[in-house]
């Protein structure tokens, strides 16, 4: 590596460059898309009738941070033995191995407290089938009628590619948002880079609420994943960063969303996300003018 | 096909050549095993991030665990050697995502990271780990413990810890391409003879294998001057070029004496 280049580059990590004070863009709304309010998007919503699918290590069932909001899960092996490679165990009392899993479906339940958390894990021993396990995963939230898909992980391999986009057009099409972690390392990763998906990077604030919104993609919005206190293994607590801890909050304000609006498609719920972006404000009404509502 | 035991032995002869060549261009280039260099890497890493203690442990696929490879700081002579399953731990998350996390102020978890607590009775307040990643393929994890002058490890140093982890994983894999190089060529051997039907192929590996006890003791001089080549190397660039200046020099003497051969 150079020496001559800037430290900056450094000490600003590029998956959350878009989200800092310096860089961050204001976007501006038109229309009817203007008009769109948090209050009408979300006011009053509990998430309640909501199915989320959390795909990662498992969920601890019994931690206060969930609330005894899981109505079940699977667990997604690898199995050579199987047609499909895979097996799935029936987990109606989930665990979780890592921490991860439950931390990220702390923060779901802590946004939409009556929405209904499945585990989907798909991490374990094996490290050969993992993204199978995780494309198995993403199939098993489909074909089960999830509402919001949240990936905190995703692959980098490219022979999944296809598959992975396949999956996200299924789940597109069906009506299931897919909310996706993007890559902590500088490098592609799948299926957080997809149009079809609501790919998220962490900010540095702390609201729960405060997201924004990204024009020059492919990371679309950012949220709160530095220093955030999250629900660990053992009922513990802990403070975490890292962009998986960023998707879980957008995927708590879309269930919130979905509950209010039930026939709203995913790209419609994306519009609505765009339109209440903290970074948002109503387009000039005329050319020239400094807007009518100035952020 | 030949199958005169002469051609053999020279053709043995040949190839053991070849594998201490490529031995010693590895040891020239690398350090005498690469553990030395991840050592310098976590070392580094430990001082650069101002952490209490540091570490890399490898994948080991097969028998589904982490491997702790090389340490710095607390805990360091108990965690060296240590194995834990795969599916444990801050070290396990990473290995099994591919994804870096930082994460501080565990409370009431006598499971976070086991691998240390349970061994030393060291518990870490707050830990980064990142991923070794070759193409796609996680084959570690470098894990620093413990920031001395805050709280917790914060994006800046996530974005950091995966500039070093890239040299380690680069380092990891040129290592394993060299060993690699010399078990290809003998495989390679093996198959071009193996439809002969004789034992010439055991033969002829047996005899690579072996070796005359002059020719060990050349190739214990030849590594050994791959090695010291490799030290002064690292010391920097002016130092390489003098050691090869001098060798090249000393080597032009020795040829232009009269009594100069290659079996002196």
Known sequence: MSGSEPSDEILRPAWSSQFSAETLQQISSAGPIAEITREWAWGGSTGKGIRVAVIDSGIEHDHPAVGGSIRGGTIVEFDRRTKSQLRFNQDDRPADIFGHGTACAGIIHSIAPEAELYSVRVIGRDLTGKAMQFAGGLRWAIEHEMNVVNMSLSTSREEFYGLFHELADEAYFKGVLLVSAVNNIPAPSYPSLYSSVVSVAAHEGHDPFTFFYNPTPPVEFGAPGIDVNVAWLNKSYSTSTGNSFAAPHITGIVALIRSKHPDLTPFQIKTVLFACATNARPAPAVPGDAGKNPA | MNNDPSADGRLARELRQLLVAIEATGRALLPASNLELLQTVVDAAARIFGAAAASICLVDEADQVLEFKVAYGAGKDEILGMRIPIDRGIAGYVANTGQPIAISNVQQDPRFNQEFAKSTGY?????????????????????????????????????????????????IDQSQQMDELGRAVLHGIDQLLENNGSDRPTRIRSEVEAGTEEERARRRDMLELAGLFFEISQTGEAEKQACLRILTAFREYLRSRPSFSSNE
Do not use: C
């Not at chain 2, 070794?132 to 413990?146: F, H, S, Y």
């Open chain 2, 123 to 171: 518990v870490p307040r707050s830990i980064l780990a990142t991923p070794l990643i070759i193409g796609d393929r996680v084959i570690g994890v470098m894990e620093v413990l413990d920031k001395i002058s805050a709280p917790s490890f914060g994006m800046q140093d996530m974005e950091l810890l995966g500039v070093f982890a890239q040299q380690a994983a680069i380092a």
